[in-house]
């Protein structure tokens, strides 16, 4: 059986995020990270269902870990780069005034809400697909934002670690960074 033949397996993960533009209240809400046997990972943040065609949630896990990268590089005094690769967002990076660099990656998808699925965000495939902008950024002081059209979710670094990692390992792939997965931050 060849790897588009295999099923992959059932997956289930969550966590409490810190919401990051709320930490000095110590706002938290709930993030599950799933997926059942089609081409879709779930994802809810707080109450709020998404589900991602797998290139779009690989693509998304690709871009926080970015942000995370820049993020831990502006707070060590160097800016690592990340991979050069195809992506789906267009990634794009800006020297702050403060002379921290800021991260920013955004795309266009076939955006639709159902019932019994929630958010769904796919690739468009018609040139006339009406579409929906989802982004990741750099926030201050070590923050990092999924953003889409209707909401904005702000979480730490090290879940936005933990959210790549659920998200690459929903689709059966390996984890983007094995030690925040070791050792359970």
């Known amino acids: 059986m060849n790897q588009t033949e295999m099923q992959l397996a059932a997956f ?30 779930s994802l809810k943040l707080d109450i709020m269902p998404f589900r991602f065609a797998d290139a ?26 990340p991979a050069d690769r195809e992506s789906i967002l ?37 040139e006339n ?12 002081e070590g923050g990092v934002e999924l953003i889409f059209n209707f909401m904005c979710y702000s979480f730490s670094m090290l879940d936005a670690v933990w959210l790549a990692n659920a998200l690459m390992e929903a689709m059966g792939r390996e984890p983007l960074d094995l030690l925040e997965t070791a050792s359970g931050l």
Do not use: M
């Open 12 to 41: 289930f993960a969550e966590r409490e995020f810190i919401c990051w533009r709320g930490r000095e209240f110590d706002e938290l809400y709930p993030c599950q990270v799933s997926r059942q046997v089609d081409q879709y990972v």
């Open 56 to 81: 779009v949630a690989e693509d998304i896990a690709r871009c926080l870990y970015d942000a995370v990268l820049i993020t831990v590089g502006n707070l060590a005094g160097f800016v690592p780069t």
């Open 90 to 126: 267009e990634r794009r990076y800006r020297k702050r005034v403060s002379g921290e660099w800021h991260y920013f990656a955004d795309g266009k998808f076939d955006c639709h809400e159902t019932e019994e699925e929630g958010y769904v965000v796919e690739l468009a495939t018609e």
């Open 129 to 140: 697909d009406e579409t929906e902008k989802v982004s990741v950024y750099t926030i201050e």
